[in-house]
């Protein structure tokens, strides 16, 4: 265990560099739009636009990869990074903006591949649990640490851009430097998610609605908190609640469904986020202290419905199938997460920022309304018939296919004679 951690040390350094300049970047923007007066479905649409550059970059980043490999591509996906934000910081231009968020989103899709296939390559059956799990623990502090870096400089000046272009370039450097052999060709993975909203209309559904209010709030969180009169250093911390709260809450919740139908648990954690929406909607707290509690409320149980249910869909499904229906569900995600940023800002600009959690209670609410009406038609998977919940994606942010082979849910790494008898899937995600 100890050589394997070793091994990819130098990676998942590069790792938590990617992560502070996600964190950081993702929330100087909308804080300093808000400051220049963009409107909400202005600053909207660069949650959508770096979602929708996402899910490009998992569709067609494996092919640049293979064309390439996997250190040039690397170091390439994260030139571009660079150049994005300090882009951003020099032409502060909304529409600039939108169209450059996008090449974010697709170079983040490519970068976080390339260190997950890397960290694939290196685990084994043994240690890939150990590692998955360190690697969601250094996204979750990365996104954190660079979110806690904004109250340090200040917003008005290219300063905070420049500090993310070095970070991203300092992600270069461990892997451009590293003697290690590149590893092989991405994995993919054959989708079908017809069969899968057949198998788990749950979770499907679910996840959709998950990531319309992960999204929204992801994106224009940082632009309630500007309208809402809070500080910088404020706002920095109310993000960074949500995705502790959302990572604390995720073994509970885990073990709860272990035990009881996950559909009453997607159900429950729905329904008390959805009440902290309608709370913070109805109410609009002046009490920093209510308002971060209240959020606190809200990123514990928004956070905690993604792996519940995974685990759902995972009951109806062989092993061996994990990483195809967990790959469907992260496409669902990332369709939601276009469509929440898109919706939200014109409803912030129309009602009010508060309004953002009216929409986050919306897609909560019919999550939990479906989930107890889907209860009804079928029963229950038995205890001893479920798969043991494991969490799959990390609070506050977003992962690739690649990553769904570390997970300890799928099923043991072949050996290579059975490897070289098998023929490759011929689609990618």
């Known amino acids: 265990m100890k050589t394997n951690l070793l091994s990819v040390f130098a990676l998942l350094l590069g790792t938590l560099f990617v992560f502070l300049g996600n964190g950081l970047h993702g929330l100087l923007l909308p804080v300093r739009g808000a400051a220049e007066g963009y409107s909400s479905t202005t600053l909207g649409l ?20 293979k064309r390439t490999g996997h250190v040039r591509a690397f170091s390439g996906f ?13 032409m502060v231009d909304p529409i600039w903006w939108i169209a450059l968020r996008a090449i974010t989103g697709f170079s983040t899709a490519g970068t976080c591949m390339i260190i997950e296939s890397w960290l694939n390559e290196r685990a084994t059956n043994e240690s890939r649990g150990m590692i998955f799990s360190l690697y ?11 979110q806690m870096i904004l ?4 917003t008005s000046t290219p300063i905070l851009f420049m500090v993310i272009g070095i970070v991203y370039c300092l992600a270069m450097l461990p892997t451009t430097l590293s003697t290690a052999a590149s590893p092989q060709p991405l994995n993919t993975v054959r989708l079908d998610l017809p069969s899968l909203l057949r198998t788990s209309p749950v979770a499907c559904i679910s996840i959709v609605f998950v990531g319309v209010a992960n999204g929204a709030f992801g994106t224009l969180g940082p632009v309630f908190g500007r309208e809402a009169g809070l500080a910088d250093s404020t706002i920095a911390i109310m993000m960074s609640v949500t995705i502790f709260a959302g990572a604390i809450m995720q073994l509970p919740a885990g073990r709860l469904s272990d035990r009881i139908d ?11 986020g959805g009440v902290a929406g309608l709370l913070m909607f109805a109410v609009q707290p002046a009490n920093v202290t209510w308002l971060l509690i209240l959020i606190a409320v809200y990123g514990a149980t928004a956070n905690a419905i993604y792996p519940v249910a995974v685990a759902h869909a995972n009951d109806f499904t062989s092993s061996e199938d994990f990483v195809k229906v967990a790959g469907g569900l992260l496409l669902l995600y990332g369709i939601g997460t276009i469509i929440g940023p898109t919706i939200s800002g014109p409803v912030m600009s129309n009602f009010g920022p508060y309004a953002l959690f009216g929409v986050t209670a919306t897609a909560h609410l019919l999550i939990a309304g479906y989930a107890v009406f889907r209860s009804r038609r079928r029963a229950a998977l038995p205890v001893e018939e479920r798969d043991a919940y494991t969490a799959t994606v990390t609070s506050g942010t977003m992962i690739t296919p690649e990553s769904l082979q570390l997970s300890p849910n799928a099923a043991p790494f072949p050996d290579e004679e059975a490897v070289a008898a098998e023929e490759p899937l011929a689609q990618a995600w």
């Open 262 to 272: 996950r559909r009453y648990v997607v159900a429950g954690l729905a329904a008390i």
């Open 136 to 146: 969601i623990a250094i996204t979750l502090f990365g996104v954190v640490g660079g």
């Open 46 to 65: 660069l949650g959508t636009s770096w979602a929708s550059g996402f899910v490009l970059g998992c569709l067609l980043a494996p092919n640049i990869v």
């Open 151 to 154: 109250p340090l400089g200040d």
């Open 78 to 90: 994260a030139a571009l990074l660079a150049i994005v934000a300090l882009l951003t910081g020099i």
